[in-house]
């Protein structure tokens, strides 16, 4: 399969906790997406990770990528009850975009 | 910046019926995307259109999907005879080059029930 893998499926942590999710892929890319989604919502671009970077930062987001295990990790510092949604990694490669099974984010207030 | 436009946002037909579903991207963003989403699961890529030429429809259903991008800007996608499985989000999504990647940008989706 072309799609990637996230781990867990389903996560529920408190408020101002940290949120640790986890992506595998199986092929090479030129970068991986990280995407979040909410209950009938379209999915919101949060922040891409080139082939050739180890770690981005965005806000409360940090994203790290290893390619030598095909995996990737997002974090989510001091997580927020509107935290609470889905998490998509997408594998990139030239502008095709392959989505992994997502992993559901309950942050509980 | 106006966001991607997709029309309707919910459908409700009976199996072997039509429906048409409606996406206007992002101004200036040559490529256009339309994925099914199941519920529960990640989007799966049905067609890509790069201005009006196809780049690919390998899992698009074709003896029942079709989708089309006249002039290079909005984009149709038709499914007759509908089935029940058919049941899905159809989401439309363009992109562009940003610092290293392309990103994709999602319209709202369309939410169609087969009944």
């Known amino acids: 399969s072309q799609q990637g893998e996230e781990d867990p499926q389903a996560l529920s942590i408190q408020e101002g906790e940290n949120a640790t999710m986890n992506c595998s892929y199986k092929?090479?890319?030129?970068?991986l997406q990280w995407y979040r989604q909410n209950s009938g919502r379209g999915l919101v671009h949060l922040i891409l990770?080139?082939?050739?970077?180890r770690e981005k930062h965005s806000g409360r987001l940090r994203v790290t990528l290893d390619t030598s295990k095909k995996s990737s990790s997002l974090l989510i510092t001091a997580s927020r009850a509107a935290d609470t949604a889905s998490y998509f990694c997408?594998?990139?490669?030239?502008?095709?975009?392959?989505f992994g099974t997502g992993t559901s984010l309950t942050v509980i207030p | 910046e106006a966001g991607v436009a997709q029309s309707p946002r919910y459908k409700i037909i009976e199996k072997r019926q039509s429906v048409a579903f409606w996406c206007n991207p992002i101004?200036?963003?040559?490529?256009l995307y339309w994925y099914q989403q199941i519920l529960g699961q990640g989007p799966k890529l049905l067609i890509q259109?790069?201005?009006?030429?196809?780049?690919?429809d390998s899992q698009l259903p074709k003896d029942r999907f079709s989708a089309e991008r006249l002039k290079g800007v909005d984009s149709t996608l038709k499914i007759q005879p509908a089935k029940l499985e058919d049941s899905a989000v159809y989401l439309c999504?363009?992109?562009?080059?940003?610092?290293?990647?392309?990103?994709?940008?999602f319209g709202p989706g369309t939410r169609l029930t087969v009944t």
């Open positions: 999504a363009s992109s562009l080059f940003v610092g290293g990647g392309y990103e994709q940008y």
């Open positions: 092929t090479s890319i030129n970068n």
């Open positions: 990770i080139r082939s050739n970077e």
């Open positions: 997408a594998r990139g490669t030239g502008n095709q975009f392959y």
């Open positions: 101004s200036g963003h040559a490529t």
């Open positions: 259109f790069q201005n009006n030429g196809v780049v690919d």
